[in-house]
């Protein structure tokens, strides 16, 4: 009896302190704060996407962390996007190729039935969740979060009349509206987030925050369109030869007939309109992404906090002739990515194409997590830590089924699912205004891509959403026999 007391009382020890231990682990691990941005091209002044950019509180951030200069969406549309980003899958793979409702996710095809989502993952392991804004495309399935503050419906206060631009399908304007700040909903975003950074916990925390500006209409008060006087205002590079190399597909597929063309907005005399009421709003957004990073800062979690800044997509201000995302050229598909660990390499710069991708196995792996097999990116860390010489670096953007870009350092090759090709060398052509793919000289870098290509291309899941154009109206019907 004695004996059977005696084992036991050893067996209640041990697993107090296998209990003790493991609440240590836990307290020891990092906290991570992830902050989502909507539209957001590499219009910030770290990336020099435009020579009128103005965002002091990202730039702060790449100063203290890593920015990936050369990072790439994996479709250029927020829902698909975002549910890659979300389930560490391709869009090839889950067959979310267009719009999809957050609670649809884990049902879009067989890939994605037992998948765990980033913050879910995170949650699994004993983090303590919470979110609010725009996360996944409306805000997150239920039961991602722990504490799930919901997202204000639609993207901010609007007139009872459009100011510029009033095409159905598209929430596109642009103008100085309403009159406050704290009218706008990333404003009390920003503040719920503050308030969150000022609690205590009992376990790491994962806190998201989704920012909805730049996305359309371009609306925020006057005092963030007097930061970019119009007459200052610059337009992007244009060549109206632009899209006469351009194979027949390629046009049907970047077809937007509900955004303003760039013919439109020069005719008009609005294209420095535009562009001055998209600067204004990413200073607008960088200003409260600055009062969350202030707060961490001030907080009692600054030194063992990892932050992560991504936008869903880039956006073409013109480029390409329209004012849209949509697009498998460089301004639609490239997007900030930043990640500043405590301790570690600052003011850091990596011209390698990464993907979005790669932001759940690399939070994994920055917080000494157990990697997740179904994730189809690469940790980002070694690249972080200036560990990884690999220069095999590329990146995949897919929009529609079987229609890919493939992205390096130096080239974007495009394939259409007709065989139809596009090629950019990016040292001699930036602007990916000349398409080489007919040029002999460069058959070679095109049979290198290829076989960087998706093997595997997935039907578009019912679960989607395909009213962008024409085309892709047609792919879902046919692929579905409708």
Known sequence: MARSIFFLGAVLIFSMLISCEDKEIKSQRPNVLMICVDDLNDWIGVMGGHPNAMTPNMDRLAANGVLFANAHCQAPICGPSRASIMTGLRPST??????????????????????????????????????????????????????????????GPKPEENFKWDRAGTSTDWGAFPEADKEMPDYRTAEWAIEKLDKEYEKPFFLTVGFVRPHVPWYVPQKWFDMHPIAKVQTPPYNKDDLNDLPAISMKIHDMPMMPTTDWAMESGEWQNIVQSYLACVTFVDHYIGKVLTALENSKYKDNTIVVLWSDHGYRLGEKG??????????????????????????????????????????????????????????????????????????????GRNNHAIVSEQFRYISYEDGSEELYDHINDPNEWYNLAKDPTYQKVIEENKIKLPTFNALWSQKTKNTVNEYFEKQFAEQHNK
């Open 322 to 399: 329209a004012f849209a995302k949509h697009a498998l050229w460089q301004e639609a598909t490239k997007a900030p990515l930043i990640i500043s660990v405590p301790g570690s390499k600052k003011g850091l710069v990596r011209s390698e194409a990464v993907e979005l991708l790669d932001i759940y196995p690399t939070l994994l792996d920055l917080c000494n997590l157990p990697s997740n097999p179904r994730n189809e990116g690469k940790s980002l860390r070694p690249l972080m830590e200036n560990l990884n010489t690999d220069t095999g670096f590329f990146a995949i953007t897919s929009y």
């Open 94 to 155: 889950s067959g979310i190729y267009g719009q999809i409702s957050d609670e649809a996710i884990r049902f879009a095809s067989n890939e994605t039935q037992e998948i765990i989502f980033l913050p879910e993952y995170f949650k699994n392991y004993g983090y303590h969740t919470m979110g609010k804004g725009k996360i996944f495309h409306d805000f997150a399935p239920k039961g991602v979060f722990d504490e799930a503050a919901g997202r204000e419906k639609g993207f």
